[in-house]
């Protein structure tokens, strides 16, 4: 149509098109290689600039403030060319890279030049807007909260004030140490609060929660343990975390500690109190409720909401430091992952969409046909008579992922998604007198002994519950079976303190079998630097 433009970037060049009724005006003004900026955020112009000025120009901007910016070459109107496609053919140099404390000033302050030389003043405590993490893309950036799931750059991050006088958050509410974005730095480059107090800690711009220390450091990978209630996962957890901890240094000299040891308190009392307990009242593990201890009241979307707690740890080895990462675990209450939980209030399991491994706990006991088939188990558990909703459970965790990533129902993810059939301790004789064959030998994952594993328990499953084997293969592409123990024997009935009747391990007979295999093969496969494996058959 008449006065449409395009821009097409290919071969080595930028091409602008047109339809122009004065062709000739048109690239006379083109001949002069002179440009405009527009900024798309504080929607103005800027220009028209020379090809060496445009250079010195952009020289300024971080990289996330270039992505505000649109390149219009003179004799354009509508189309233009996003700086990161211009930067090699126009020489365009890189962006600078500030400091993290800074970035953030940076990023608010460099899309209008003429600021850089003026801060803005920092906002008081009543004039801070409620509103302020909405205005941050919660969809795309360099960092994934690990508390409500959204994105963020390194400049949109939050600093946490410390002096007393600026309590109260205008979305955290009353007792909460204001969230800021600094615009004032001391020497050392750490960013001042309202009141001149140099502040390290860093918030999430969306849910305004504290990050763990060094979080903009390192990588992290977010691993979702997902089970129906009652089906064992805070006992997994804790052993899971007990077992990496010697396992990974051992096998890999891959140290395994805690990223914020003041947030996995909780976790850190539960694995104690399992391991360290000298009577199963004292072992046994309270269910993880809704409203419980796990579970924080945070701002997401513009409602207040409860999020699970993320339980971090660090990962590194001595010899390669900057390969290092770390893991993000949560102890989700299994009715998060029913179908009727899933709502804009109650979020709490959507870290699955943005998991590097997916966990699906199944607790062969919830099961009717499994139960028929185990004569002689003298499991307590196995009196008890509950609905069993597993594969439902796995059903809404596919509708879940699909919704959230955008996909077609009949697309998979390529997500590692481990199927782990717990308590295998009282099911073991129905996959043969055959042991299952080693993880880890001579320093490296085996994953042709996982794989050769996993056929034997997918072949079993196939028998017994073959709607879990066809529910997992329809979430993703990439789906391996594992038996877990993590007590590694039955558990013993008792009395609480209260006279009511419990069923928790006996701590004495605790005998964990294969619970790190699951969380090896994922790791072979997020960190293969890392975790030296050999290749699946």
């Known amino acids: 149509m008449p006065g449409e433009e395009h821009t097409v970037k290919g071969g080595g060049q930028l091409l602008a098109f047109k339809y122009s009724p004065q062709p000739g005006t048109w690239m006379s003004l083109g001949n002069d290689n002179s440009w405009f900026v527009y900024n798309s955020e504080q929607h103005d112009w800027n220009g028209p600039f020379g090809p060496e000025f445009l250079k010195t120009w952009l020289a300024q901007f971080s990289a996330n403030a270039r992505k505000r910016l649109v390149l219009i070459p003179n ?48 906002q008081s405590r009543s004039s801070a807007p409620a509103a302020e993490a909405a205005e941050v893309n919660s969809e795309y950036g360099e960092f994934t909260c690990p508390i409500c799931w959204f994105k963020f750059d390194r400049g949109d991050a939050m600093n946490i004030a410390i002096h007393s006088s600026l309590r109260g958050d205008p979305m ?61 996962k805070s006992y997994y957890l804790s052993v899971l975390i007990k077992i990496l901890q010697s396992t990974l240094f051992q096998n890999f000299g891959i140290t395994f500690r805690d990223a914020d040891p003041s947030e996995n308190v909780i976790l850190t009392q539960m694995k104690t109190q399992l391991f360290s307990s000298s ?50 675990f949560y102890d989700n209450a299994g009715e998060h992952f029913e179908p009727t939980r899933n709502s804009a209030d109650s979020p709490g399991a959507q870290h699955i969409a943005v998991a590097s491994g997916i966990f699906f706990l ?3 006991l919830h099961n009717t046909e499994f139960r028929a088939m185990m004569k002689g188990v003298t499991d307590p558990q196995i009196k008890t008579h509950r609905i069993d ?15 959230l990533l955008g996909l077609d129902s009949r697309q998979r993810v390529s997500t590692p998604l481990a199927v782990m059939v717990g308590k295998y301790d009282t099911w073991s004789s129905l996959l043969g007198d055959e042991p299952l064959l080693p993880v880890i030998q001579d320093g490296t994952v085996r994953l042709d002994n996982i794989r050769a594993n996993s056929t034997r328990v997918r072949t079993l499953m196939v028998r017994i519950c073959p709607s879990i084997v066809a529910n997992a293969e329809a979430i993703s592409s990439n789906v ?3 038996a877990v123990s993590p007590l590694g024997s039955s558990p013993v009935e008792f009395l609480d303190r209260d006279g009511t009747p419990r069923i928790g391990p006996d701590p004495k007979q605790l005998n964990p079998r294969h619970v790190e295999a699951p969380t090896l093969w994922v790791l072979a496969q997020a960190t293969p630097e890392m975790i030296p494996s050999t290749p699946a058959n």
């Not at 850089?116 to 003043?121: I, Q």
């Not at 409602?303 to 770390?326: A, E």
């Open 362 to 364: 199944f607790d062969p």
């Open 480 to 482: 391996c079976y594992f």
């Open 172 to 232: 955290l509410g009353d007792e909460a140490m204001q969230r800021f974005h600094a615009t004032r730095f001391n020497d050392r480059g750490q960013a001042l609060d309202a009141m001149g107090l140099a502040t390290s800690d860093l918030a999430c711009p969306h849910c305004r929660r504290k990050l763990p220390p060094g979080f903009l450091d390192l990588p992290h990978h977010i691993f979702s343990i997902v089970g129906a209630p009652s089906s064992g």
């Open 279 to 328: 009577s199963p009242e004292d072992a046994f593990l309270a269910k993880t409720d809704l409203e419980g201890a796990l579970y924080e009241t945070l701002p997401r979307q513009g409602r207040k909401v409860r999020l699970p707690k993320p339980f971090i740890f660090k990962l590194s080895h001595p010899s390669t430091p900057d390969n290092g990462f770390s893991m993000v």
């Open 389 to 403: 909703q597993q594969d439902v459970i796995l059903a809404e965790t596919e509708v879940r992922i699909k919704s």
């Open 75 to 122: 004799g354009m109107e509508q189309m233009g060319f996003y700086v990161h496609d211009a930067m090699e053919i126009l020489k365009i140099p890189p962006p600078m890279t500030p400091p993290a404390e800074k970035s953030a000033w940076y990023d608010r302050y460099s899309s209008a030049p003429d600021s850089l030389a003026e801060p803005a003043p920092v």
